[in-house]
């Protein structure tokens, strides 16, 4: 199995590029081409974290629920590998006045599209692990700070929006060192009623910005 290694990119870098990105093979294609399953790892992106107003100020709806099994799958141009995560008895804690694409409030079961995953082609398999968040185990409880885009639940920031809950605390799922300390300072069900409470004052001060 070949290792590729890539850094994570932000995402204004993302569509500053999106038109050279025609240009590069496609995941079935590189998978031909080898003829050998591929393995695709992240970094994690250098310098401080972002603060959790930030984090708050981009999401739109925050999640609690259990996970359940996951579904890879490739994305619509076949260069990216994402996964739908759903999140069974999901209780969504807040949501974003004015959301134009709001997630049905009355379902029991929502979904959180992560990027990577692992899928198979032709008997070959290619893996996507970006180092900043690991994939979501089933079974697990989490708190989620969710944007929406194209009709997707996706994790705020890329992937600060993900926090683990735990009976004491809530605890961030990705590695990055030095985010969130103050998660840890409040029990979780507080923890929780700040995060909801602090993106209602956030968004009241003003839009999000695109």
Do not use: W
């Amino acid at each position: 199995m070949r290792f590729l290694n890539a850094p994570l990119l932000p995402v204004s870098l993302i569509v500053a590029i999106a038109g050279l990105a025609q240009t590069f093979p496609t995941i079935p294609e590189s998978l031909a081409r080898a003829n050998t399953s591929l393995t695709r790892g992240t970094t994690i992106p250098s310098g401080s974290g972002p603060t959790l107003d930030s984090l708050l100020t981009d999401t739109d709806v925050i999640v609690r629920g259990v996970v359940g099994a996951p579904r890879s799958y490739l994305s619509d141009d076949q260069r990216a590998v994402l996964t739908d995560y759903p999140l069974l008895n999901a209780s969504i804690l807040y949501e974003r006045r004015g959301l134009a694409s709001a997630p049905d409030q009355a379902a029991q079961t929502l979904a959180v599209t992560l990027l990577g995953g692992e899928i198979e082609i032709n008997g070959l398999k290619f893996s996507d692990r970006p180092g900043a968040l690991p994939a979501l185990v089933r079974g697990s409880e989490h708190l989620l700070c969710l944007k929406v885009e194209e009709g997707k639940l996706l994790v705020a920031l890329s992937y600060f929006g993900a926090f683990a809950v735990g009976e004491d605390h809530l605890a961030p799922l990705t590695p990055k060192d030095g985010f969130a300390p103050e998660v840890r300072r409040l029990p979780t069900e507080q923890m929780i009623a700040a995060f909801k409470s602090r993106a209602e004052a956030l968004h009241v001060q003003g839009p999000r910005r695109p």
